[in-house]
C-alpha cells in the first residue's frame, strides 16, 4: 500500500485548449500538461508539453507516482 505522503502531489489548472480541442492544465511549478483524451474520459490522460508550449505536442505521459487535483475547469 502506497503512503500518499510517498507520491508527488499536483495541483492542476484549466486554462484552455489547443488547436486540436486537447484540454491543457498548468501546474503549481508552471509545467503544462495535455489531456490527450481530450477530456472524454473521467480521469485525465495527462502527457508532459514540448517546449512547454501551449500549442506544442503532447511527449511524455505523466508518471504512475503522481497523484493530481484539477483546481479549475
Request: negative net charge; glycine residues 6%.
Amino acid at each position: 500500500m502506497r503512503n500518499l505522503q510517498d507520491t508527488h502531489h499536483l495541483l492542476l489548472n484549466y486554462i484552455g485548449s489547443d488547436y486540436f480541442v486537447r484540454p491543457v492544465y498548468k501546474d503549481q511549478y508552471g509545467n503544462l500538461w495535455k489531456d490527450i483524451d481530450l477530456g472524454d474520459s473521467k480521469k485525465p490522460n495527462l502527457y508532459s508539453v514540448a517546449n512547454n508550449c501551449f500549442e506544442g505536442e503532447p511527449m511524455s505521459p505523466i508518471s504512475e507516482d503522481h497523484t493530481f487535483k484539477i483546481m479549475s475547469e
